[in-house]
């Protein structure tokens, strides 16, 4: 974990280290369907700046949730995709979507 040098004790805190902030989790739970490239990233998320997008993206690949895989064709071609850990909150974005729906959406 490249975030946080001192040991954390609290699993929450240590999850939120790695998958805090405002745009992380949205990214990874964009992912969670499908592999997609920069740009359908960007689409669903459309709120957020192609810099920070980009941030993000590698934050997330450092620490090992996401694969970036660059395809040497002309034009250049990015994918990002989950890793096996990223796909392993997968349950986990589930219950905050059914959490989401119940408590804040139909309110």
């Not at 405002?22 to 192609?50: D, H, M, Q």
Request: proline share 5%; aromatic share 6%; net charge positive.
């Amino acid at each position: 974990m490249a975030k946080s040098e001192k040991k954390i004790n609290c699993p929450v805190t240590a999850t939120l280290e790695l998958i805090g902030g405002k745009w992380k989790t949205i990214i990874l739970y964009c992912l969670s369907s499908s592999t997609k490239r920069f740009g359908e990233i960007a689409v669903r998320i459309p709120n957020i700046s192609r810099k920070v997008l980009t941030e993000q993206l590698k934050e997330l690949e450092n620490d090992g949730l996401i694969l970036r895989e660059h395809y040497k064709e002309i034009p250049p071609r990015v994918e990002y995709s989950l890793t096996d850990l990223g796909k392993s909150l997968s349950p986990v974005f589930h219950e905050l979507e059914i959490w989401g729906t119940e408590n804040v959406l139909n309110k």
